[in-house]
């Protein structure tokens, strides 16, 4: 896994929003374009931060990936 991906063709992974499809609940007050940020933690322990773009069908769409190889603080 690199420490930052961005572009189109970026997978989701476990932990993603849309990791196994698009959520069941869609977010029907946000602008279409608006962007939104989910951080999790992987499998080894780093922080991953995630950036998506609501589309105009009120799909998410993962634009860009950061890993932090610092291990996730459960203080945060």
């Known amino acids: 896994m690199q420490p930052f991906e961005i572009g189109p063709g970026i997978q989701p992974i476990p932990g993603s929003i849309t990791y196994g499809g698009q959520p069941r ?39 860009s990936r950061r890993v932090v190889r610092i291990p996730f603080s459960r203080n945060d």
């Open 25 to 63: 609940t869609r977010l029907t007050k946000s602008p279409i374009g608006s962007s939104l940020t989910h951080e999790f933690q992987n499998e080894f322990g780093y922080r991953v931060i995630e950036r998506y773009i609501l589309q105009p069908d009120r799909s998410l769409l993962l634009v």
